[in-house]
């Protein structure tokens, strides 16, 4: 919706409703980068971040994840819950929200990739966005067709993706840094423990390195799942309880992998595709609501309050009817004979 439409409904007290209807249903947001102004593209500037922390705060009981995952599990989540989840674990959630965590006291999750912070590798994601912005970039780096690019890289095996991204740059003449450049930086270990010790920030694993696990057979999945884990441990001298399917929308791992991530002994893994979390919903599969520089404050609220969540229901609503008056009126032709032409004085 546009923005104007989202405000005019907003003075109208529909968010405040949508907000009241759905408060028994827990929300989870996922952010991934962070800057000191707008850039343009995915990191949220600081600004914009402290708008959205504040709003938070006066609407919503916000919680680490492992709790949000208890309170389901005990059937009574509260109402009003919201979890606020950060994914990879680059270094500017140290620099930028850690900061407004300790000033608004909120608490957060933080999901990274444990040889990225061991900095053996950087996340290969970020390789092709730094590759997008280098001179004469491949046509397939263009702005209009990265989205399918992506797509494409992450229906493939990390070995074949990996030689894939490197053909991509040798065909344009770039070296990929063996390590990341500063805006895609890790945190170190050290910034990790103090963030962990300060009791607002839950560290959570986001793998070894950053795979599809669809791509991965079990085994191979089943040793990045517990493996991040058992490192993030051995470093951190804390339980590590939750987790995050990276990417994540359904078509990004398998049953199989669930039951992996189970077996791991985390109290609950965050999925990507959109959504609150209703009744029912398994604390392995929990769905978030993902927020970028996009994400105006106008289009924040109406995501976080639920409005595009009874939106998108109605529109489901929408199409069912119309789906089923189709099928009704197919079964009418199907069943009954067409009505025989009437004669006219011409035809007899």
Known sequence: MK???????RVCGIFALARALSAGRPRIL?????????EGESPVPVACLRNQLEYLRRHFHVVKLSELCRQLAA???ARKLLALTVDDGRRNFYEFLFPLLKEL???????VVSSFISKRDWLWTDKVLWLSRQPNPSKELDSGKLPGFFAMLNNMPPEARNACIESLAQGMGSTIPKHAPPQYAPCSWDELREMSDS???EIGSHTVTHPILSTLRDHESEHEIAKSRSQLEEQLGRSIEVFAIPNGTREDYRPSQVKQIRKAGYVGAAAAWDGLVEPGTDPYQLPRIGIASWTDQARFTARVDGVEHYRNQLRRAVRGIHTGNSRKA???NNCYPQAEPLLTSSSK
């Open 3 to 9: 923005t104007q439409v989202l405000q005019a409904l």
């Open 30 to 38: 996922v952010y991934h980068n962070f800057s000191a102004c707008s």
């Open 75 to 77: 059937g009574r989540p």
């Open 105 to 111: 006291q909120l608490p957060a999750t933080f999901f």
């Open 199 to 201: 009791n607002l920030v």
């Open 330 to 332: 197919a079964a009418r």
